[in-house]
């Protein structure tokens, strides 16, 4: 495929990157395994670099399929405002509800087993108030009034929970889906703007220092408690640079299509070569932040709001620049891994809850549950062992790739046919 004359090329490599971010995210949240050995804990410890990325390469993405004429001074939205907002809405909302609706259930039926100890004690109203200045567990745990929980229900139905500094409510990992939800409003704004600056670069040195700016202004004046850690982990503002700064790298990507200078050979070795020397440097400074500074938290502020823009930028032009996968059945299946990303972000939650009691059920007495129910479950008492944990990643993806085409692209297809006037 010659990138350089199709205009509306489909980058496979970007299907398979974005679907690896996703599985990254999966295994960061649900890796938590006492017998594992601690090098896979280390290797998936910087969950913060996989979500912006994936924010970064939905800019991108976005730009490159809903702009036409890109890199040149005619570029324009393909589609009316707002039938591009509804058919954002309609992708991201079904996953959302759904995966919301499938969590509370879940966490209602937690007491009924008790598989855990502490099941017994599981509600929709505890949550973890967000702090990253060493406050102890104990003291981060709260459990939301009546007016917190409505209160809590209605920004989740809107997609606006994210925007809630002091904890994350119900299905935790949709708060990237909150922040995604308001990057799409913002695109029909920035996206041709963006494309008609005269120097892309500067407008990124600028926007990397607008990024900076909350962090730093946080590290020295607070304490990093809540509502601040929580305000520099998901507001919507704050992370909007790294959405911004994705419809900068769709620019600049196709300003050097046009020139005819993408990187050849030598320049991806090089590119390669750097990309590596970069995250050797970051994770072996987190390590020196954490083991003999204590400043942890500097660090992963740091690390997680700005301070790396670039470098995952760069990693998503690398890849975008990687020779293109033709073989037809590695291209249909690249669509369909994926199309299953957001899924993941949604739903592998709700399906680790229920793979960890099941897989510790098995390992206790499970022939008791046939003839006595409750001894059954008593007798889950194994800590899981993670040699089963490949299970559970490829079960996630099964159901989040059939989630998507046979429940949400439905559901998707429904409300763009009743709202979009053709």
């Not at 990157?17 to 998936?44: C, G, Q, W």
């Not at 990325?53 to 405002?81: C, M, Q, T, W």
């Not at 099941?119 to 981060?140: M, Q």
């Not at 059920?361 to 129910?373: H, K, N, Q, T």
Request: aromatic share 16%.
């Amino acid at each position: 495929m010659d990138k350089s004359l199709n205009e509306k090329q489909h980058f496979v490599t970007l299907e398979w990157f974005r679907f690896i971010l996703s599985l990254y995210i999966v295994i960061f949240h649900t890796f938590n395994y006492k017998d594992a050995p601690p090098i896979i804990r280390e290797i998936f410890d910087t969950g913060f670099f996989a979500t912006s990325s994936f924010f970064i390469l939905s800019g991108f993405i976005l730009a490159h399929v809903y702009l036409k004429n890109k890199g040149k001074s005619d570029v324009a939205l393909r589609e009316d405002p707002k039938d591009f907002l509804i058919k954002r809405f309609a992708n991201l909302w079904p996953i959302h509800i759904i995966s919301m609706i499938i969590f509370i259930l879940i966490i209602f039926s937690l007491p009924y087993f008790s598989v855990n100890p502490k099941d017994i004690a599981s509600s929709i109203r505890n949550v973890t108030l967000d702090a990253t200045n060493g406050a102890p567990y104990e003291e981060l745990k709260h459990t939301m009034s009546n007016i917190e929980l409505i209160l809590a229900y209605i920004m989740n139905i809107f997609m606006v929970h994210s925007w809630n500094p002091y904890y994350m409510t119900f299905n935790f990992p949709t708060w990237s889906i909150s922040t995604l939800f308001f990057f799409y409003l913002t695109f029909p704004y920035f996206a041709v703007r963006i494309h008609k600056m005269k120097n892309p670069y500067f407008g990124l040195f600028v926007l990397n220092a607008i990024y900076l700016t909350p962090v730093a202004i946080c590290l020295i004046f607070t304490e990093m408690s809540y509502p601040e850690a929580g305000f520099l982990h998901r507001n919507p503002l704050v992370r909007l640079p790294e959405f911004l700064s994705g419809i900068f790298l769709c620019y600049i990507y196709h300003k050097n299509r046009l020139k005819g200078t993408l990187p050849d050979l030598k320049k991806m070795l090089n590119i390669f070569i750097i990309i590596i020397l970069s995250l050797t440097i970051m994770k072996y400074w987190m390590y020196a932040m954490i083991h003999y500074w204590n400043s942890w938290n500097i660090a992963y502020h740091l690390l997680h709001n700005g301070l790396i823009l670039t470098l995952e930028m760069l990693i998503i032009y690398f890849v975008i620049n990687l020779p293109d996968i033709n073989k037809e059945s590695l291209v249909k299946l690249s669509l369909r891994i994926g199309g299953s990303s957001l899924p993941l972000f949604a739903l592998h939650m709700p399906i680790f809850y229920v793979f960890i009691r099941i897989q510790k059920v098995l390992e206790g007495e499970p022939s008791l549950c046939l003839i006595d129910f409750k001894s059954c479950m008593s007798a889950a008492t194994q800590e899981p062992h993670y040699i089963f944990y490949l299970f559970y990643l490829i079960i996630t993806v099964y159901l989040c790739v059939i989630f998507q085409e046979k429940v949400v692209i439905p559901i998707r297809q429904v409300i763009i046919k009743n709202t979009i006037k053709k």
